[in-house]
Nanobody
Framework: QVQLVESGGGLVQAGGSLKLSCAAS????????MGWYRQAPGKPRELVAT???????NYADSVQGRFAISRDNVKNIVYLQMNNLEPSDTAVYYC????????WGQGTQVTVSS
C-alpha cells in the first residue's frame, strides 16, 4: 500500500506561481512513476505531468514550458512547480503513484483568478 498526501494548493492571480507537493509513504520502493492529474468542473481528469523512477519527465502540451515536475527520492516527495498560471489551470490537482496499482492523493484545489 502507498499513501499520498498533497499540499500547496491555493488561490493565485494569473501570471503567478504555486508549488504543489506530494509525500508518499508505505511501499514506496514499488513505485515506478509519480505525477499529477487535474480535473476542472465538468471536465474529465487530465494528465498534467509524470516523472518516472529513472527521472524521465512528460508534460501535457497545455503546461509544457510553464510547469516543472521534480522528485526527492530520499524523502519520497514529488513536486509540481507551476509558473505563469492561467485561469484555465484552475482545477483540483491529484497526485498519483503507479506501481502494480494506481494510488491517488486526496486532491488539492488550485484556483487562478484573472
Amino acid at each position: 500500500q502507498v499513501q499520498l498526501v498533497e499540499s500547496g494548493g491555493g488561490l493565485v492571480q494569473a501570471g503567478g506561481s504555486l508549488k504543489l507537493s506530494c509525500a508518499a509513504s508505505g511501499s514506496t520502493l514499488s513505485i515506478n512513476a509519480m505525477g499529477w492529474y487535474r480535473q476542472a468542473p465538468g471536465k474529465p481528469r487530465e494528465l498534467v505531468a509524470t516523472i518516472t523512477a529513472d527521472g524521465s519527465r512528460n508534460y501535457a502540451d497545455s503546461v509544457q514550458g510553464r510547469f516543472a515536475i521534480s522528485r526527492d527520492n530520499v524523502k519520497n516527495i514529488v513536486y509540481l512547480q507551476m509558473n505563469n498560471l492561467e485561469p484555465s489551470d484552475t482545477a483540483v490537482y491529484y497526485c498519483y503513484a503507479r506501481s502494480a496499482v494506481l494510488y491517488w492523493g486526496q486532491g488539492t484545489q488550485v484556483t487562478v483568478s484573472s
